[in-house]
């Protein structure tokens, strides 16, 4: 029977655990230093909108494709995990001639396939279509709209918590200073108090590591990725409940750097999570603390541009804020890392096979079931069952 450990209870590790779990004769441990419920800047799962804008170059990755049949799935069938289907409108502006001295770095982007003017996804995403000129929002060149979800991360992560101790899973609060700590873990023993004991005189030779740390991976021993950095997103979340959800190539309002860095968006959460509107991809950047002025901006955008509160007459000034909030994404130079690898455990006392699960960047809940099928394909293969 393996002994898996997953590092991590955000959105990677999670989904990890549960699809692991899924096979009886797995036996799954999480290990964590921040679990669902908490808010903080090092853990950036809490933080996201979170919605599907596919996101992948064409002819779209295995990742996207395979997680959006089951967030359809959940948000059709099991309204507890907190997911609820919206429209999507993708919006581009017209092309226009910069010269050298107009440009100071590159335009923000979550995506430039996103923003494609004939998309991969099209097929993927149910109701698809181009809109006609005089439905394209003043200020737009063209735009496009479709069916997506929006996750309300403050349900969905709790619920996949409770699916995963249904399957039996171990969860545990600890912070690793090496991935092969980890290996302490394995078949944790959960006392008839509640508290958990390692187990005694382990072979390590069934024992999987999976690390899904995230931004964090760029700390940890034995991993230290230099290619992770977060790209800090800041939104504001409002009361005020919006349909569709908007997305924009690029802001147009010039403010010093803020033509680089700054991003337009809004998704309602489902289950009265309110309105996350966004935001900023500002990489490298690991400030925690919003800015006010930013933050202005990102309302006064939204009240400028979006047809509920543009029919409404209402401004800047009538958005009901909820809280600010800023989240790190955990961006990797060259993408994903998605691969099992061997390290030695310590003291010289053999191996231990580890399934890397991180760095997706903006995109962690769109493609969490295509990332973690692979993990457990990797697994599979780890244990000779592929
Ligand atoms: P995390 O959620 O950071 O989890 C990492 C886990 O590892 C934590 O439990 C942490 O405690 C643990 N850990 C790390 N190091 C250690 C250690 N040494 N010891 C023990 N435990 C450790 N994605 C979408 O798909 N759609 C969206 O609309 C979207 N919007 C976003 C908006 C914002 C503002 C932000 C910030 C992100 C958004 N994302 C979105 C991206 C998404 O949130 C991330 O890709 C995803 O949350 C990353 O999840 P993760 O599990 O890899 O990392």
């Keep these: 029977m393996p002994n898996i450990v997953v590092v991590g209870a955000g959105v990677a590790g999670l989904t990890s655990a549960l699809l692991l779990s899924r096979d009886k004769s797995n036996k799954v441990t999480i290990v964590a230093r921040h679990m669902p419920g908490d808010y903080d800047i090092q853990y950036t799962s809490p933080w996201a909108g979170a919605n599907v804008l596919p996101m992948s170059a064409a002819p779209g990755s295995r990742w996207e494709r395979e997680t959006w049949p089951e967030l359809q799935r959940l948000a059709s069938e099991v309204p507890e995990a907190g997911i609820h289907f919206q429209k999507a409108m993708v919006l581009r502006r017209p092309k226009k001639e910069v010269s050298a001295s107009t440009v100071v770095g590159k335009p923000a982007a979550l995506s430039e396939s996103l923003f494609d003017g004939n998309p991969w996804f099209r097929e993927l995403m149910p109701d698809f279509r181009d809109?006609?000129?005089?439905?394209?929002?003043?200020?737009?060149?063209?735009?496009?709209?479709?069916?997506?979800?929006?996750?309300?991360?403050?349900?969905?992560?709790?619920w996949l918590v409770g699916q995963c101790r249904a399957n039996g899973v171990v969860l545990r609060r600890a912070v690793l200073a090496h991935i092969a700590d980890a290996a302490a873990y394995a078949n944790l023993q959960v006392q008839s108090d509640g508290t958990t004991t390692p187990a005694t005189g382990l072979d390590h030779s069934n024992t999987i590591i999976v690390n899904c740390t995230g931004?964090?991976?760029?700390?940890?021993?034995?991993?230290?990725?230099?290619?992770?950095?977060?790209?800090?997103?800041?939104?504001?979340?409002?009361?005020?409940?919006?349909?569709?959800?908007?997305?924009?190539?690029?802001?147009?309002?010039?403010?010093?750097?803020?033509?680089?860095?700054?991003?337009?968006?809004?998704?309602?959460?489902?289950g009265g999570g309110g309105t996350v509107i966004g935001g900023t991809y500002q990489l490298g950047n690991w400030a925690s603390e919003p800015d006010l002025n930013t933050a202005a901006r990102l309302l006064a955008r939204m009240a400028a541009t979006h047809p509920t509160l543009r029919a409404a007459g209402k401004t800047a000034a009538d958005l009901d804020v909820i809280r600010h909030g800023v989240g790190l994404r955990p961006y990797r130079a060259g993408g994903v890392r998605l691969e099992s690898e061997q390290i030695d455990l310590h003291g010289g006392s053999g191996k231990v096979w580890v399934v890397h699960n991180y760095g997706h960047a903006g995109w962690g809940y769109q493609g969490s079931y295509g990332c973690s099928n692979r993990v457990v394909e990797l697994v599979a293969e780890i244990v000779g069952k592929a």
């Design 131 to 158: 809109l006609p000129a005089d439905e394209v929002l003043e200020g737009y060149a063209s735009a496009s709209e479709f069916t997506s979800v929006c996750i309300n991360t403050m349900l969905y992560l709790p």
């Design 215 to 270: 931004l964090l991976a760029c700390r940890l021993g034995g991993v230290m990725d230099s290619a992770v950095q977060p790209v800090r997103g800041q939104v504001v979340v409002v009361r005020d409940e919006l349909s569709p959800m908007l997305t924009s190539d690029s802001v147009d309002d010039a403010y010093g750097e803020a033509p680089q860095t700054e991003i337009f968006y809004n998704m309602t959460r489902a």
